[in-house]
């Protein structure tokens, strides 16, 4: 099966279980591993026959803008389910890391496998 990619998108959201961070914005960077079948947008040639990763990409920012979550873990499963549930997505692979959280390291996050039905 193929697949359509998202790598680095970035969006703002209020993330995070401490109380100074139910206040800020902080950056997500998401990579998504949709799965799909591109033939038929192959051979017409035609947006309407894929995963639209421009519309994909606004919804996800979207969401991130008019929604809070306390995990990573959260708002992973919700846009899996999103993404499952508005486009149709059949199997997917999304990487949810969040910058700076740990002063150690360049980002935590988590890494989700999830299938539609």
């Known amino acids: 099966m193929d697949?359509?990619?998202i790598e680095g998108l970035t969006l703002?959201?209020?993330i995070?279980?401490?109380?100074?961070?139910?206040?800020?914005r902080q950056r997500l960077e998401l990579d998504l591993e949709l799965v799909t079948d591109i033939r038929p947008a192959a051979q017409?040639?035609?947006?309407t026959r894929t995963l639209d990763y421009a519309a994909i990409c606004q919804r996800l920012a979207d969401y991130?803008?008019?929604n809070a979550h306390g995990l990573v873990e959260t708002f992973a499963e919700r846009v899996a389910a999103l993404l499952i549930d508005e486009f149709g997505v059949r199997?997917?692979?999304?990487?949810v890391r969040k910058p700076?959280?740990?002063?150690?390291a360049r980002a935590v996050g988590v890494r989700i496998e999830r299938e539609a039905g």
Do not use: C, F
């Open 3 to 5: 697949q359509v990619l």
């Open 64 to 66: 991130a803008d008019a």
């Open 16 to 24: 995070g279980v401490y109380d100074w961070e139910r206040n800020v």
């Open 91 to 95: 199997r997917l692979r999304l990487t």
């Open 100 to 104: 700076g959280a740990v002063a150690a």
């Open 12 to 14: 703002e959201t209020v």
């Open 44 to 47: 017409h040639d035609d947006l």
